[in-house]
């Protein structure tokens, strides 16, 4: 491993270790909240939590509301249900891609007020309910999921704030695939002669946010995207576009955020994957990262439509897995330590990358790769979260 953090100092970052299980598989079961005063209430306890110290490590045997238990410690859970959800307001939208030949070609971050009502932790989602209409006509439109971008401080580290990086879904035919229509032709001013344009209902209802607009929030949720609990932990983060939110969530509160920088003794190596350098998102903030932290944090990215490998036996482009064959000797050595997680966001497809990457490796070294995987998961170093 190159990187050396052996001269930093040991703080204990009391963080819930991951677990398998699907983070937005537990959204299906919303819970309306009771009181105004039993959600502060709940607030309150959850704020302890997420303030990491004692009161997060006392064993509980009551079930507490908006509280679950993560590998024996408490992280904010489902604060705010569908039927009953908080009432924040956008604190700025900024689009952060430059236009590419893609019609899906803009992401924005947005920052959201939550009042220091919807804590959360590195790693986990919240919901938004954009007005509609829904794809079936339903007002309001049924929540759609964000991996949370910020560290839980949020962006300007007041606890009030959370960040999400958002795709614009557009689809318009004989651009990509269009099955879908939600605007009559000729009524898209940026596609007039199209047949068909479909503008995704949440994204749009985002991306086209301003300053002071309310924003329905539900959550937080979600236990797989978690970081370890050991301040020695390394981690490898691959990215496909917005599936860089969650690691902006751990990176902030690993290398920036007041209150956790330093902490941290272990390594972390980014790879993002992007279709255009246009596409490339934090770009600045990584770069900055890496000059500060350059014993601890390395990254690496892959834009497809810029780049080729010939590795790559399907186009000929250079993805995410391909970046990673670069440094493949020392990734094997990250991946085979037991203190070393893998964590993978954004596209469907990214678990074959990794097994791309490593399978031959794997078996080289006498193993079965199905068995190598289990291992990983069971000891719950193998974190995917895709959509
Ligand atoms: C855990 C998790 C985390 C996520 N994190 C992020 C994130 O950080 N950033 C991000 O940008 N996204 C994220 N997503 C995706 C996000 O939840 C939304 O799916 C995405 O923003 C699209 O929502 P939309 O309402 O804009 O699109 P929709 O309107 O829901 O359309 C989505 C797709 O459905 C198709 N469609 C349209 N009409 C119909 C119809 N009538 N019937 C069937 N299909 C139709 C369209 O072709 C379109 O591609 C995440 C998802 C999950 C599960």
């Not at 959600?39 to 064993?59: E, F, M, N, Q, Y």
């Amino acid at each position: 491993m190159a990187l050396d953090s052996a001269s930093l100092a040991f703080v204990p970052v009391a963080l819930p270790m991951a677990t398998s299980t699907p983070s937005h598989a537990s959204t299906s079961a919303p819970r309306r909240m009771g009181s105004t005063a039993s959600v502060a209430a709940t607030a309150l306890a959850v704020g302890a939590v997420v303030g990491r110290g004692s009161v997060a490590r006392r064993a509980t045997a009551v079930k507490k509301k908006g509280v679950r238990v993560v590998e024996g410690k408490e992280v904010p859970w489902n604060l705010f249900s569908p039927k009953a959800p908080y009432k924040g307001s956008c604190v700025s939208k900024e689009t952060i891609t430059t236009k590419t030949a893609l019609v899906n070609w803009e992401t924005c971050h947005v920052i959201m007020d939550h009042g220091g009502s919807v804590p959360y932790i590195e790693g986990q989602s919240i919901g938004v309910i954009a007005p509609g209409p829904d794809k079936k006509g339903e007002t309001p439109a049924k929540i759609r999921l964000y991996s949370i971008a910020s560290s839980s401080p949020g962006d300007d580290e007041s606890n009030k704030t959370v960040s999400l990086v958002v795709k614009r879904v557009v689809e318009v035919s004989g651009k990509g695939w269009c099955e879908y229509s939600n605007v009559p032709q000729g009524q898209d001013a940026e596609f007039p002669d199209a047949e068909k344009v479909y503008r995704g209902v949440c994204s749009s209802h985002i991306c086209d946010m301003n300053a002071g607009d309310d924003v329905m929030i539900t959550g937080p949720t979600g236990a797989e995207m978690l970081l370890p609990e050991d301040p020695e932990a390394n981690m490898i983060f691959m990215a496909t576009g917005t599936g860089i939110a969650p690691f902006r969530s751990h990176l902030r509160h690993l290398f920036h955020d007041k209150v956790s920088k330093g902490n941290f003794k272990g390594a972390a190596w980014l790879f993002l994957g992007v279709p255009y350098s246009e596409s490339l998102l934090y770009d600045e903030e990584w770069k900055e990262m890496q000059a500060e932290f350059p014993d601890q944090f390395r990254y690496d990215y892959a834009v497809s439509c810029e780049e080729k490998c010939e590795k790559n036996k399907i186009n000929g482009e250079m993805w995410v897995q391909h970046k990673m064959m670069q440094y493949s000797d020392e990734l094997w050595e990250l991946v085979k330590d037991p203190k070393t997680h893998v964590y993978m966001c954004g596209l469907k497809g990214m678990e074959s990358g990794f097994a791309e990457c490593f399978q031959e490796r794997v078996e080289a070294e006498g193993m079965v790769y199905a068995e190598f995987l289990k291992k990983m998961k069971k000891d719950k170093r193998y974190h995917v979260e895709v959509y």
